[in-house]
């Protein structure tokens, strides 16, 4: 009998952290945000980011040529000098060296 109520209290206390991490929330907001993808399709923690002249932009903004404006003209942006472009992230747009990412110019809600 006593080893019966050894086993069950044993059994009660390992089952106690799974059972209390089954609701982690207790429904305080704690799935805000899960599943919701973001319109531009930034990587998380991006997608509000903005960053200043002088700053450093993620270097896969500036080695990925598909975050490159090929025809800044159209948007009224001066060509870029040699070893910048300009670049997009959502509705800005930085003009950063290719090499180190370093901003030298920002233009805020272009596309918005």
């Given at each position: 009998?006593?080893?019966?109520?050894?086993?069950?209290?044993?059994?009660?206390?390992?089952?106690?952290?799974?059972?209390?991490?089954?609701?982690?929330?207790?429904?305080?907001?704690?799935?805000?945000?899960?599943?919701?993808?973001?319109?531009?399709?930034?990587?998380?923690?991006?997608?509000?980011?903005?960053?200043?002249?002088?700053?450093?932009?993620?270097?896969?903004?500036?080695?990925?040529?598909?975050?490159?404006?090929?025809?800044?003209?159209?948007?009224?942006?001066?060509?870029?000098?040699?070893?910048?472009?300009?670049?997009?992230?959502?509705?800005?747009v930085y003009l950063?060296?290719?090499?180190?990412?370093?901003?030298?110019?920002?233009?805020?809600?272009?596309?918005?």
């Amino acid at each position: 009998m006593k080893s019966i109520l050894i086993t069950a209290a044993v059994v009660a206390v390992l089952a106690l952290p799974t059972a209390t991490m089954a609701d982690p929330g207790h429904g305080r907001h704690h799935d805000k945000g899960a599943g919701k993808a973001h319109p531009h399709g930034m990587p998380p923690g991006q997608a509000k980011k903005q960053w200043g002249r002088g700053d450093h932009i993620p270097r896969a903004y500036v080695t990925e040529r598909t975050y490159y404006i090929t025809e800044p003209a159209r948007y009224r942006l001066s060509r870029p000098p040699v070893g910048y472009e300009w670049v997009r992230v959502g509705d800005d747009v930085y003009l950063a060296q290719t090499q180190t990412g370093l901003i030298a110019d920002v233009v805020r809600s272009l596309f918005n």
